[in-house]
C-alpha cells in the first residue's frame, strides 16, 4: 500500500539533504575574522590611510593598548585610537608592554590610587629608581617602591639622576638614602678653637642594601671655592659627631652632627661620596 507523506514531513527531509550536500561542498565557508591585541612600544603616529599621500592624525603615547582585525603580516595594522581610525605601522606595535624607568627628581610621595580619594602610602627620595608599564603620557604612573605598590605623579620623574639638591632633601645613593639638613650658625668653643664661627649640619643616614661601610663627606666648597672638608672639621663640643666609618646594617639608621669652621652668610656646597661605587650627590645652600 503506498505511504502517504504529510508536508511537514517531506520539508524535514529536503533540509537534511541540503545541510548534508553543504557538508561535503568542496566551497569553503565565510570564518569570522580574528582581533589582535597590541601595545605601542615605539611613539607611533595614527595615519588616514595606507597610501603614500596618508595624513597624520595624531600620536599615539607608548603603552597604549589597541586591539585589530588586520592580518598580522600587513605594515600596517587599522586601530581606533580615541575616537579615531586611522592606520599605524606594525613595527611600533609589540605583544606587550613596555618596561620604561625613571628617576625621582624632587620628593616624591606614592599613593594607593588616582582619584581625588587617593592616600598617600610612602615617601620617594630624589634620585630612587622606579618602573612602570603605565602609558607614558598618564598624569600618575604605577609603580613598586619596596614592598608597597601605588601612583606617582610624572611630573616627579625623569630619566636622568640629580646630581645636587638644596639642605633638607632625602636622596637615594646606592644602597643609602642620605639627608643633610640645613646649617645651623654657631659661635663658641670647640676641641681645637675657642670663640669661633662655624656650622652644625645634622646627617641622617639609611641602609636599605647588605651591611657595609656608608659614604663620607670630603668636599666642602664655600662661595664656590673648593676647601678640603676633612680639613675643615671643627668638632664642636656642642653635637655628636657623624663616624661614617662604621659597618652599617640593613634597615640601620646613622645620624649626627658634622661642623665646620664658616663663617655665616656664605653659599656652601657640600659633597657626598658613596664609598663602593663613588656615586656622588651635593648638597647645597646658604648659611
Known sequence: MLKIF????????VCSIGLFFQLLSPFPTAEASSTYTYYVKTTANLYSSTSSSKKKLTTVPINTKLTTSTSKSSKMYKVTYKGK?????SSNLSKTKVKLSFFVKKGAGLYSNTTSKKVKLDALPINTK????SIKTDKMYRVTYGSKTGYVYASNLSTKKVSKVPFGQTVRIGNFTVKVNNPVNQYGSSYLYDDANYISLYVVIKNYGPTQIPGFFPDL???????????LQ??????????????????????????????????????????????????LGTN
Open 130 to 133: 622606579v618602573t612602570t608599564t
Open 6 to 13: 504529510s508536508p511537514k514531513l517531506i520539508v524535514a527531509l
Open 221 to 231: 666648597y664655600i662661595n664656590d671655592k673648593f676647601k678640603d672638608a676633612l680639613e
Open 234 to 283: 671643627f668638632y664642636s663640643t656642642k653635637y655628636n659627631e657623624l663616624d661614617t666609618i662604621v659597618e652599617l646594617a640593613k634597615g640601620k639608621t646613622l645620624s649626627g652632627y658634622l661642623t665646620y669652621q664658616v663663617s655665616p652668610g656664605k653659599k656652601l656646597e657640600l659633597v657626598y661620596r658613596d664609598f663602593d661605587n663613588f656615586d656622588s650627590m651635593t648638597f
Open 85 to 89: 581610525k586611522g592606520y599605524v605601522y
